[in-house]
């Protein structure tokens, strides 16, 4: 299960190549749309794969650790997400030098920090730096030779950026109500959740050199992360429907009223059928249905108008993507449901509208482990509707324990059962969730990816397959 | 065998259990440990609260937390008592005092500077030449 470690070093390695571009481009001077074009599909790689990456790490998390939890603000999962937010701004930048010619030097000091953080992300979790629940073999030695690349590559790459930025000619003329504008804000907010998560990362390390021990833990990084993504995600569907240079902010407006509706909608339907009820709920389900919605209005459009591509999908699904992951956190934040109970067999415990009847704990001897295995029944009324098998295995040679939750889903929320400690006389226990909408999670994640790779396609065919041409823009 | 007793020993005090309820017998009060446990860290397990996690020692500070609630105390007063016996390390959150006012201040700061810069950039793009307008085609 896990494959998201490789998977995350792809995208490392994806953004080692746009640093190579970038540092092409400050030693020759030359920056230019050409450049962006021939840049991005490294750029594309990366983000998918880093998106893939993170969202299999988190259900990593979700499924082999136990905690009912997919994200803990842990210091190896921000090393990933870091990257992520930084490629996330670099796609977007891009994509303005690319058409316009704007943001040239920006988008070459995203290029700097989206590879300088994939190093120090490998050196926070291979350095020995921190200590986490995802423990690695890790040793100093390592640490100091990871410093010394991460030390040369960014004080090189950024002593370039110093001598030469200046003398790379910058700036385009744009309107205040244009599709660069909305690309800047997309930046400025991506760049502060970067900055949050940054130093919530870092400050601990830094304060514990000069002695002091304090830990940053998952409510720092709500009270900030979550409002910057929400205001970042109200600004969203603005950006597809404002032209280049110029755009019409009440034409644009004006299309996405449908969206608006679906925002309303989404909001009022929370506040009628959630329990408990929150505004916040509501709120976070308006601006999910508003970026969904939105993606809905460019897909129609672009149909109705007979202008829909592999290339505009591109966009379509990565917003509505977010929309949909959104949801996910939001749901299984706002409205889990856990119990925690000692059980006899044939004890029943309840949570969320489902009967659990525990029916006893086997040994099972694996080919390396050895597992307590529980065997529970789903009942409605008195059928059974599901098995639920939950283990804890234990691994001799490794003094290692792993614990193998139960999760049925129906596609819109997840029952979630993981065995707890052998209370004697066959009486254990067992810790049991409700998530609403956790699929939604990697459901999201997965579209957001697919958003990416449609772009990858069209770039791919474009420069293979059509050289003469100009290759669409997405 | 006895290298296979000295593994599950091993086992044992780091292992992925899940918390042993001793659960108040007054809802309102257990509603408050809960609430508080998921406040503090574990210890010796870094990333955990001692609500998710397993270890021995947050068991016992589970069981302290409720100890002191049974004995009528304020969460103020619990959190007090478990700073000055852990240090601040104990808080998931850390205090806002002067050797983190650049932690709590820094993201509102990076915000509003980004901001300002952007509105420059925005300004400068505007004079630097009326836009021409291009033909209204929404590529994305």
């Not at chain 2, 780091?14 to 860290?41: G, S, W, Y």
């Amino acid at each position: 299960l896990a494959f998201h470690p490789p998977t995350l070093y792809t995208g490392y390695v994806g953004l080692s190549a746009t640093f190579a571009y970038a540092a092409a481009a400050m030693l020759t001077g030359d920056i230019d749309r050409a450049w962006a074009r021939a840049a991005r599909p490294f750029m594309l790689i990366a983000w998918i794969a880093l998106t893939l990456g993170i969202a299999g790490g988190s259900w990593w998390a979700y499924y082999d650790l136990g905690w009912g939890g997919f994200w803990f603000w842990d210091p190896v999962e921000n090393a990933s997400l870091m990257p992520w937010l930084v490629a996330t701004a670099l796609l977007h930048s891009a994509l303005a030098t690319e058409r316009t010619g704007a943001f040239r030097v920006w988008t070459l000091l995203l290029s700097i920090m989206a590879f300088s953080l994939s190093l120090i992300g490998t050196f926070l979790v291979r350095s020995g730096v921190i200590t986490s629940v995802h423990a690695f073999a890790s040793d100093p030695k390592r640490g100091i030779f990871i410093l010394l690349i991460l030390s040369v590559a960014i004080l090189g790459a950024l002593t370039l950026f110093a001598w030469r930025a200046s003398k790379l000619e910058s700036g385009s003329a744009f309107a205040p109500v244009s599709r660069e504008t909305t690309l800047l804000i997309n930046n400025i907010f991506l760049v502060s959740a970067l900055a949050v998560v940054f130093l919530g990362t870092i400050y601990p390390i830094v304060l514990a050199a000069f002695g002091t021990k304090i830990s940053v833990g998952a409510p720092f990084f709500e009270v900030f992360f979550a409002p910057i993504f929400i205001a970042l995600m109200i600004v969203l569907p603005f950006g597809p429907r404002l032209n280049w240079r110029k755009g019409d902010l009440n034409e644009a407006f004006r299309t996405l009223l449908p969206a608006l509706a679906v925002a309303a909608l989404a909001g009022i339907v929370v506040l009628a059928v959630a329990s408990p009820r929150t505004l916040v709920g509501a709120g976070a389900f308006a601006v999910a249905g508003w970026v969904i919605g939105a993606s809905g209005v460019d897909f129609y459009g672009r149909a109705r108008a007979r202008t829909l591509s592999i290339a505009a999908m591109a966009a379509i699904l990565a917003h509505a993507g977010l929309g949909v992951t959104l949801m996910g956190v939001a749901g299984t934040n706002l409205w889990r449901v856990e119990s925690l109970e000692v059980l006899a067999p044939n004890e029943v415990m309840t949570i969320g509208g489902y009967d659990l009847r525990f029916n006893g704990v086997s040994t099972l001897e694996g080919p390396n482990y050895r597992a307590a295995h529980a065997d529970i029944d789903v009942l409605s009324g008195d059928r059974v509707v599901a098995h639920l098998m939950p283990e804890r295995r234990m691994y001799p040679a490794e003094g290692q324990e792993t614990a193998q939750t139960a999760i049925r889903t129906n596609g819109f929320e997840d029952l979630y059962v993981a065995l707890g400690d052998d209370r004697g006389q066959g009486k254990w226990i067992l810790r049991a969730y409700v998530n609403p909408f956790a699929p939604f999670i990697w459901f999201g994640a997965a579209v957001m990816a697919l958003g990416g790779l449609a772009s990858l396609w069209t770039r791919l065919r474009a420069m293979f397959f059509a050289r003469e041409t100009e290759p669409a823009v997405a | 065998m006895r290298r296979l007793l000295l593994a599950l020993l091993l086992v044992s005090s780091t292992a992925l259990a899940v918390p042993a309820p001793e659960l108040l017998p007054d809802p309102a009060q257990e509603a408050r440990a809960r609430h508080l446990q998921k406040e503090f860290r574990c210890l010796v397990c870094q990333g955990e609260s001692i609500d998710e996690s397993g270890a021995p020692l947050a068991a016992d500070l589970r069981r302290l937390i409720r100890e002191h609630i049974r004995k009528g105390e304020s969460d103020a007063q619990i959190k007090d008592y478990l700073v000055a016996r852990y240090g601040d390390f104990i808080l998931m959150d850390p205090p806002f005092q002067p050797d983190t006012y650049a932690l709590w201040i820094g993201p509102v700061a990076v915000l509003v500077l980004a901001f300002g810069v952007g509105a420059v950039v925005v300004l400068r793009a505007r004079w630097r030449a009326p836009p021409e307008v291009e033909k209204s085609e929404t590529l994305p």
